[in-house]
Each structure stands twice: as C-alpha cells, then as structure tokens.
C-alpha cells in the first residue's frame, strides 16, 4: 500500500480509537449497552468494553501508519500456511 494511503488511512483509524476512549458514551448512544460486557466485567463494563476497543483501534492505526501490520500479516499467514522459507 502507497505511503500516501496508509499515513492517513492510520491517522483515521487512530482517531476514531481516541474518540473512543475518551468518549464511549457517545458511542453507547449509537450502539447501545453490550450485554456480554455487563455480564464479564460488571456494572459499567461497556465502557470498559468500548475504552480497550479504542484502545485496540489506536494501536492498529500506528501499526497501520508505521507499515507493522505488513510484517504482522505476513509472518501470521506464513503461520496459518505452514509454508517452509518465510
């Protein structure tokens, strides 16, 4: 992937995880409480649940940005794959 596309592509993704963080009740709003959380991680799990996934999705947008995911996929596949001389 062009470097053009995947600066802003990280960029993005990384603020939609940094919204998320910091304003998970805007985001339960929009999708609602999740039940599995409530029952996992107690009262106010949601948030909780919603506060890692931003968190997750910052983590991706700089492993998007900084080009990792491109050796993360490919070491995973040769993995899945089996295939001898990765």
Same mark, same amino acid.
């Given at each position: 992937?062009?470097?053009?596309?995947?600066?802003?592509?990280?960029?993005?993704?990384?603020?939609? /995880?940094? !919204?998320?963080?910091? $304003?998970?009740?805007?985001?339960?709003?929009? =999708?609602?409480?999740?039940?599995? #959380?409530? %029952?996992?991680?107690?009262?106010? /799990?949601? !948030?909780?649940?919603? $506060?890692?996934?931003?968190?997750?999705?910052? =983590?991706?947008?700089?492993?998007? #940005?900084? %080009?990792?995911?491109?050796?993360?996929?490919?070491?995973?596949?040769?993995?899945?794959?089996?295939?001898?001389?990765?």
């Amino acid at each position: 992937m062009s470097i053009f596309l995947r600066v802003p592509l990280g960029l993005i993704i990384m603020v939609i /995880g940094f !919204y998320m963080v910091s $304003k998970s009740g805007v985001f339960i709003t929009w =999708f609602g409480r999740i039940p599995f #959380a409530e %029952n996992k991680f107690g009262s106010g /799990g949601t !948030y909780l649940f919603y $506060k890692l996934l931003g968190v997750l999705f910052v =983590f991706l947008g700089a492993a998007i #940005a900084t %080009n990792v995911i491109n050796a993360w996929l490919k070491d995973f596949g040769c993995l899945l794959a089996h295939v001898s001389g990765c």
